[in-house]
Each structure stands twice: as structure tokens, then as C-alpha cells.
Nanobody, 122 residues
Framework: QVQLLESGGGLVQPGGSLTLSCTAS????????MGWYRQFPGLQCDLVAT???????NYADSVKGRFTISRDNAKNTIYLQMNNLQPEDTAVYYC????????????????WGQGTQVTVAP
């Protein structure tokens, strides 16, 4: 089994900062691409940031310059440092991972965390 556990969400004022964490547990052959996505009211789900196993990153235009995704492979953890948060950042943030389960099966499975609520309001 593989589980992704997220933490760090909460209520913050505009201009404030939060750092989200996502830690993978279980067993696997390798963890490949990971990322953060967010779901707005109405079930729209948008990419926030992704990071490859080698550290290459990609960001949504709306968060460039404000959010930073990072990865600690030794801890099986990714982070999302969110600065200068704005009300439009309010959403449920989900961690996603592409994981190869075994050395004899190269298929990658997609895993999602349970989500953590980020609310930006005065």
C-alpha cells in the first residue's frame, strides 16, 4: 500500500504564508513525478506545481513567484511554500504522486492525498 499524507493547511490572512507538506508511506520501487493541485468550489481542479524526481519544477502562472515546490527524497516528502497568499488561493490542496510499485512492472500508478484546506481571508 501507498499513502500520501498532507499537512500544513489552515486559515491565513492575505499576504501571509503557509507551508504544506506531503509524505509518502508504504512500499514502492520508485517515486517519480509529484505535485500539488488545488480544487476550488465547483469541483474545478487545477495544477499548482509539479516536481520531477530529478528536481525539475513547473508552476501554474497564477502562483509563479509566490509558491515554491521542493522535494526531500530521503524523507519521501514534498513541500509547497506559499507566500503572499491571496483570497483567490483559497482551495483544497491535494498532493499527487506517480509511483512505480515494483522493479518488474514499469507501470506508474497515480496516488492522491486526502487534501488539506487552505483559506485566505481577512
Amino acid at each position: 500500500q501507498v499513502q500520501l499524507l498532507e499537512s500544513g493547511g489552515g486559515l491565513v490572512q492575505p499576504g501571509g504564508s503557509l507551508t504544506l507538506s506531503c509524505t509518502a508511506s508504504g512500499s514502492w520501487f520508485s517515486i517519480n513525478d509529484m505535485g500539488w493541485y488545488r480544487q476550488f468550489p465547483g469541483l474545478q481542479c487545477d495544477l499548482v506545481a509539479t516536481i520531477t524526481s530529478s528536481g525539475s519544477t513547473n508552476y501554474a502562472d497564477s502562483v509563479k513567484g509566490r509558491f515554491t515546490i521542493s522535494r526531500d527524497n530521503a524523507k519521501n516528502t514534498i513541500y509547497l511554500q506559499m507566500n503572499n497568499l491571496q483570497p483567490e488561493d483559497t482551495a483544497v490542496y491535494y498532493c499527487k504522486a506517480e509511483i512505480r510499485r515494483s522493479s518488474w512492472n514499469r507501470i506508474q500508478n497515480t496516488y492522491w492525498g486526502q487534501g488539506t484546506q487552505v483559506t485566505v481571508a481577512p
